[in-house]
């Protein structure tokens, strides 16, 4: 492309464009494709020599970074154990999900815990952020407040005061008077970012960033900002169910996968300890198309209830549907109960489930998912303790899975006293939990479902 040329992207996914077009090819997005100031083209030519960069090897090592904790068990946690100095993290999530309550809770307990804590808000007003810290109880803890969408008067505030923590809410709030598109614009974001990770590292502040994304990405942003940050942290929950996951995504300072388990209430968010037990509180008699799963989200155990409906479709093509699970995975385990089981689900309508609004991707949830559809199929109920875990190959083999001994030992602590997992599972008996090993699916179907 010749030097200055104009640039266009899409807001929604951030991919670059020639020309301007009506649809983005990338992500398919309706009039989403905008023109852009050019970033700049770097300096003309190297004028002078420049220094020679101090090498060194890879055994040396350097101390682990230093780190604040909030005393927020489940955020420090999803962090890597702890606030890094001079890190920037993104925290990303649908608007209306919790992510100013939950930065604001950040900020009083980390402001409680001797870090010197500022919390500038571009969308809310100074009176509301107080009138809600007041309502959580927050309302002495030594935060600095400001509200203030201009990044040049925000740098400057915080070269003044050089906090340990900065809160920026939100980053599609700010703007820079350097670039001419409108705040919100890919551009406007991507600079404001750039100037505020570079500020982070020079300084030694941690910033942490909030961001705003829709499911189908209709609001520009953090996209383009994940790759600038240190640490990306992705605040979800399904409307209408109060628990909140706070999920890593990225980070270089910690395990990525890690969860933070939260609940919205009356008064904020608080930490949820024991999240197996808060999702299978509802769980009522056995149920035909129940199956617990007992699965690893990040460095901890945490058994869901997979739920299943199936039943016959007036429709050409039955439905499938899915909710915390991917759907692709469904296609694949109904394609094996077909092929390799010999059980049909064609002409049969499908709904699948995670209960509580959790979102499951561990491919061991496989064999919990089959025996959930073979539970509602045939109306016949999984025993109320037994958990399910395993692989399923696209040949019908049962793969075993890694942490077998915490998964067992986390339903044990529950209450459970029966397992299903895969041929070859690497453990030492758990006391007290019956293990039963199966090679394949066939097996398994034999054996809880009569021949199948
Ligand atoms: P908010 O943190 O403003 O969301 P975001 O910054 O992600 O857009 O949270 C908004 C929702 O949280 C709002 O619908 C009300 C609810 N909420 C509670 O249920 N309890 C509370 O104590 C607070 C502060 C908010
Ligand atoms: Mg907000």
């Not at 890879?58 to 100095?85: F, I, K, Y």
């Not at 001419?180 to 614009?185: F, L, R, V």
């Not at 309508?349 to 959790?358: E, F, I, K, R």
């Amino acid at each position: 492309m010749a030097k200055n040329a104009p640039a266009f992207t899409c807001t929604s996914c951030g991919a670059a464009h020639k020309k301007w077009a009506g649809r983005c090819d990338s992500c398919g997005a309706w009039n989403s494709v905008i023109e852009e100031a050019p970033l700049s083209a770097g300096p003309k030519s190297l004028g002078g020599k420049g220094r020679v960069i101090a090498l060194t090897d890879l055994a040396t090592q350097a101390d682990p970074p230093p780190r604040a904790t909030s005393g927020m068990e489940e955020l420090d946690r999803v962090l890597g154990g702890g606030l890094v100095e001079a890190s920037a993290i993104l925290v990303g999530g649908d608007p209306g999900i919790g992510k100013s309550t939950l930065l604001l809770q950040a900020a009083a307990a980390f402001a409680r815990n001797g870090v010197k804590s500022m919390y500038i808000s571009g969308e809310e007003a100074t009176a509301q952020v107080q009138m809600r810290a007041q309502r959580l109880g927050l309302a002495d803890a030594p935060v600095f407040l400001g509200a203030e969408t201009n990044l040049r008067d925000i740098l400057t505030t915080l070269d003044a005061e050089r906090p340990g923590l900065a809160i920026i809410d939100s980053i599609q709030t700010m703007w820079l008077d350097t670039v001419e598109s409108a705040p919100g614009s890919v551009s406007q974001v991507r600079s404001a970012a750039h100037e505020l990770v570079t500020f982070a590292k020079k300084r030694g502040v941690a910033i942490i960033l909030v961001g705003h994304v829709t499911k189908d990405g209709q609001i520009a942003g953090p996209r383009v900002v994940e790759h600038m940050v240190d640490t990306v942290l992705y605040f979800e929950g399904e409307r209408g169910h109060h628990f909140r996951i706070l999920r890593a995504v990225k980070n270089r300072f910690g395990p990525a996968a890690e969860i933070g388990v939260f609940e919205m209430t009356g008064d904020g968010l608080s930490q949820v300890t024991n999240p197996s037990a808060l999702f299978l509180s509802d769980r009522d008699k056995p149920a035909p198309g129940s199956a617990v799963f007992a699965g690893i989200e990040g460095t901890r155990p945490v058994l869901t209830e997979i739920q299943a409906l199936v039943s016959p479709s007036p429709l050409g093509t039955p439905r499938r549907t899915v909710v915390g699970l991917d759907s692709g995975r469904l296609s694949t385990i109904l394609a094996v109960l077909e092929a390799r089981c010999g059980i049909p689900f064609a002409g049969l309508d499908v709904y699948l489930n995670v209960a509580g609004g959790m979102r499951v991707s561990e491919p061991a949830a496989d064999l919990a998912v089959a025996a959930a559809l073979l539970s509602a199929r045939e109306d016949v109920a999984i025993p109320p303790d037994m958990v399910l875990f395993g692989e399923i190959s696209l040949s019908g083999a049962l793969r075993p899975v890694a942490q077998t001994e915490n998964r067992l030992k986390e339903a044990m602590k529950l209450g459970f006293t029966q397992a299903i997992a895969p041929s070859r599972s690497k453990m030492a008996g758990v006391e007290g939990m019956a293990v039963r090993q199966m090679p394949d699916l066939t097996a398994f179907v034999g054996e809880m479902f009569g021949a199948g």
